[in-house]
């Protein structure tokens, strides 16, 4: 089945500072991708979705000045945190499906902010 | 915004018995719905889907949508160790924006 990568794992940051999630489709081109935060035991909220080559569309509530999507190719949209806060710790997970197919996710980050 | 509730709390089953999960969504213009699997700490995995009336199976897995009452469903027979994991209902509108439930935790018990 078709792969979404996502990149990293995890990661550990300083309050203030930024961080970058990146989230590839491997063997398929994706026009759009999605973006999920998920805090422990809480269902997935969708926080925005990415569009190649134009701006995201956010959900209502999210920041867009603080959750920076760049969708600059077909295959890769990256998620920004800027000036992470201890708040802003959560499992961010990006998804994305080949034409005519299911949803599939990557692998999820689960970023911590101290 | 779309609404997909998932009510009951964690539930826990002997090996090789029936699960049985439930799900009601709010927006009667949804048109799929969908089943996923997440284990800790991991990303959702898709385990079923379903589109039209009635019941789905595949494998251990039945999925039943009843969409004049707005519910779906999903049954584990046989219920083993590994199928020991949060189940998310997920609803969409036909264009991949899906709106997921809080999740019912499946503990299965050797």
């Known amino acids: 089945g078709a792969v979404v990568s996502q990149h990293p794992s995890w990661v550990i940051c300083k309050s203030g500072t930024s961080v970058k999630i990146e989230c590839r489709s491997l063997d398929f081109q994706a026009t759009t991708m999605f973006w999920y935060r998920q805090f422990p035991k809480q269902s997935l909220m969708l926080m925005a979705t990415s569009n190649e080559g134009s701006k995201a569309t956010y959900e209502q509530g999210v920041e867009k000045d603080k959750f920076l999507i760049n969708h600059a190719s077909l295959t890769l949209s990256t998620l920004t945190v800027t000036s992470a806060h201890p708040e802003d710790s959560s499992f961010y997970i990006c998804s994305a499906s080949p034409p005519r197919e299911k949803l599939f996710f990557g692998s999820g980050t689960q970023l911590s902010v101290l | 915004q779309k609404e997909v509730e998932q009510n009951s709390g964690p539930l826990s089953v002997p090996e090789g018995a029936i699960a049985s999960l439930n799900c009601t969504y709010s927006d009667r213009g949804s048109q799929s719905f969908f089943w996923y699997r997440q284990y800790s700490g991991k990303s959702p995995e898709l385990i079923m889907f379903i589109y039209s009336n009635g019941d789905k199976e595949d494998g251990r897995f039945t999925a039943q949508l009843n969409k004049a009452s707005q519910y779906v469903s999903l049954l584990i027979r046989d219920s083993q160790p590994s199928d020991s994991a949060t189940y998310l209902c997920?609803?969409?509108?036909?264009?991949?924006?899906?709106?997921f439930g809080k999740g019912n935790q499946v503990v299965v018990i050797p």
């Open positions: 997920a609803v969409g509108s036909g264009n991949n924006r899906l709106a």
